[in-house]
């Protein structure tokens, strides 16, 4: 492990002292004015106040979005509505640098892997953009009958996000519900605001009308809660923590709105005596400590046949020992710094709860010796981890892996879906046929054989169980942010009971 030069932890240029909601074209202090500080992982110094929203000023944004929705947005031809999406996109690339630097800056992650999350916003807008363009509506000829859908925007949606990746899990939700015609209203994680602070004058130059885009900043027990508590946004797309979730859910009863729901993942990865153990150990590491292990999609866990488990755990350890830890600005690190140290803390206690559980701690474990101040955590592999541990079960969000044996096919399913979460699963074999016999059993929303987390935009997205409710991505996306009617037209004569003519004649 090299140790990079600590000296360079200079914050970057241009930054911010405070940063405003968006409302209706117009960047704006709260309505009460108050405001929370923010800190840089690694210092753990506040840098910006931040504003915190409250109910007025999402009842602002939320009728600034339905004046914009109503003044144009939605009946806007979608060539028109497209070539505004990739002036967005153009303007992401445009500004890739700097966003990169700042979500590095604020999130601490690596900034090669900054980067990287810059250019797949930018991609999504694109991805919507086209995707409008080709969209028809079905249509349905049954004898007699043609029935023609009609898909129109709902309104205002909600866009609730966490602070992982967070400007590209932004434009994640941003470029399909624009696209679809819908206006929103952004409330973006509190520990990460930074990125989401170019937004405004990205979508301003890209032509975006006032009012289609507003972004409230805020806690997420105020801001985010009125929010979902307004009756004006009938939608809620919302990725965070599966208890969040289960809050917003029951919120969002009252009001009955259409949800979508990406939650919280322990995602397994199958290693069978028979894979390309090298092809997979490299898939465990990356998987696992790539994005800082604070993804959502993340192999946290991984569960090794027997007869190859203990060379996959020392190459794992000697691998996992190997990975640059370093500050997130420096271009070789590829583990950067925890978000904010209570998630820090949160991860350490989880390192604590794996030690005291009896897990044997083959890599990692603590704070790496050359880094003494801020969030870091050495990568770590817990090896002979038992279903019945914490470790196993829940969701850690940090670099720490746990790696448990199996003996035959039918163990390591039932391994790989004994958690509550459902999110994503990998699997490493050679033997084809076991591959789609094991994919077909797992519990899980998305699954790569032979492969770490490649997507393809067009798929779907999203978890079973405790992971999510709905899915995204591609059509589905489009078809949250849309409703979708059905026009049904007699094309003949069509044979009505006669009711109320004193002879019923049946049919
Ligand atoms: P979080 O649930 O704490 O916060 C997410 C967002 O919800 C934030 O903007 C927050 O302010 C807001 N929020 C909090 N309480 C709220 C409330 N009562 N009402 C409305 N909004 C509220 O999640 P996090 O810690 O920011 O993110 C990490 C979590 O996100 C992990 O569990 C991770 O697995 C999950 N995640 C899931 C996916 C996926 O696609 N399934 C992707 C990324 C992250």
């Known amino acids: 492990m090299t140790v990079p030069d600590t000296s360079t932890c200079a914050a970057p240029a241009g930054l911010p002292s405070r940063i405003e909601h968006y409302i209706g074209g117009a960047l704006m202090e709260g309505a009460r004015g108050e405001t929370f500080a923010l800190a840089d992982p690694v210092t753990n110094q506040p840098y910006a106040r931040v504003a915190a929203g409250d109910a007025t000023d999402v009842d602002r944004a939320a009728r600034a979005a339905r004046a914009a929705f109503d003044g144009g947005w939605r009946d806007m031809p979608v060539r028109a509505r497209a070539a505004i999406l990739m002036r967005v996109a153009d303007g992401i690339e445009a500004r890739g ?47 007699g009958q043609l029935g023609y859908v009609l898909r129109r ?62 972004m409230v900043q805020g806690i997420g027990e105020v801001a985010g809660a009125a929010l979902v508590a307004h009756p004006g946004v009938p939608l809620i797309s919302f990725t965070g923590e599966t208890t969040t979730g289960q809050v917003i859910m029951r919120a969002a009863a009252d009001h009955l709105k259409g949800l979508s729901m990406e939650l919280g993942g322990k995602s397994p990865v199958l290693v069978f005596a028979d ?61 950067g710094a925890l978000v904010h140290p209570e998630h820090y803390e949160r991860v350490l206690g989880y390192v604590d709860a794996g030690k005291k559980e009896g897990a044997r701690v083959v890599a990692g474990g603590g704070r790496p010796e050359h880094l003494p101040e801020g969030n870091f955590l050495a990568p770590t592999v817990f090896a002979d981890v038992t279903p019945s541990m914490r470790i196993f079960q829940e969701e850690i969000f940090g670099p720490v892996v746990c790696v448990t044996p199996f003996d035959a096919e039918d163990d390591a399913i ?94």
């Not at 434009?171 to 696209?179: D, E, G």
């Not at 015609?181 to 009308?209: H, R, Y």
């Not at 489009?478 to 037209?489: A, Q, T």
């Open 275 to 335: 894979a390309d153990l090298e092809a997979a150990l490299d898939g465990c590491v990356f998987g696992v400590f790539s994005l800082n292990g604070e993804r959502c999609t993340a192999g946290s866990r991984v569960l090794v046949e027997r007869s190859v488990y203990d060379g996959f755990v020392a190459r794992l350890a000697e691998r996992a020992r190997a990975v640059r830890v370093g500050l997130p600005s420096h271009p070789s690190t590829e583990v």
């Open 414 to 507: 039932e391994l790989a879906n004994g958690t509550k979460y459902g999110l994503a699963a990998y699997l490493w074999t050679s033997d084809l046929a076991r591959a789609h016999r094991v994919a077909e059993r797992l519990d899980a929303g998305m699954q790569w054989i032979n492969s770490h987390n490649v997507r393809d935009l067009r798929t779907p997205f999203g978890g079973v169980k405790a992971s999510g409710l709905g899915r995204e991505g591609g059509e589905h996306s489009l078809d949250f942010y849309s409703e979708l009617r059905i026009v049904h037209v007699a094309l003949g004569d069509t044979h009505v009971p006669r009711f109320g003519t004193g002879t019923h004649q049946g049919g």
């Open 153 to 214: 925007a709902t309104g205002v949606a909600g866009l609730i996000t966490p602070w992982n990746t967070p400007f590209m899990l932004e434009s994640w939700k941003l470029a399909p519900a624009l696209a679809a015609g819908c206006t929103v209203v952004l409330k973006p994680a509190e520990w990460t605001p930074l990125s989401a602070s170019l937004l405004p004058e990205i979508m301003a130059d890209a032509g975006v009308p006032d009012g289609v885009f507003n």
């Open 97 to 143: 640098a700097q966003l990169a630097a700042w979500e590095s800056f604020d999130t601490g992650l690596p900034i090669t892997q900054a980067k990287g999350q810059a250019r797949r916003a930018a991609e999504n807008f694109r991805f919507f953009a086209d995707l409008i363009v080709g969209l028809h509506e079905d249509a349905f000829r049954s004898p």
